[in-house]
């Protein structure tokens, strides 16, 4: 059974850092597209970051240089490292897994965790 279980959500403050982690359980460590999503209330899921099976990254515009994801193979966890925390990415936080093609970095969403919320308020 495939199962993505995310933890490291919280309160910060403006400018304050958070780390997400996702164990990923099965091989789809390895073979898939790993990466994470956020949701606002009343918007879409949007895609933040993503790292392919064979190490390629991509991220959003909004948190280039601000955020880092990372992979640990030997713990099948994947890491995203929030820097520079903004109030508008306050959202519930997904990891997700899917393949990669067509020029997109998650065409398919297979997997989900299930979610952590990140809140950046004063």
């Known amino acids: 059974q495939v199962q993505l279980v995310e933890s490291g959500g919280g309160l910060v403050q403006p400018g304050g850092s958070l780390r997400l982690s996702c164990a990923a359980s099965?091989?789809?460590?390895?073979?898939?597209?790993l990466g994470w999503y956020r949701q606002a209330p009343g918007h879409q899921r949007d895609v933040v970051a993503g790292?392919?099976?064979?190490?390629?990254?991509n991220y959003t515009d909004s948190v280039k240089g601000r955020f880092t994801i990372t992979k640990d193979n030997a713990k099948r966890t994947v890491y995203l490292q929030m820097n520079s925390l903004k109030p508008e990415d306050t959202a519930v936080y997904y990891c997700?897994?899917?393949?990669?093609?067509?020029?997109?970095?998650?065409?398919?969403?297979?997997?989900w965790g299930q979610g952590t919320q990140v809140t950046v308020s004063s």
């Open positions: 099965g091989d789809i460590f390895y073979t898939y597209t």
């Open positions: 790292i392919t099976s064979s190490g390629n990254i």
């Open positions: 997700a897994a899917g393949k990669t093609y067509g020029g997109r970095l998650f065409a398919t969403n297979d997997y």
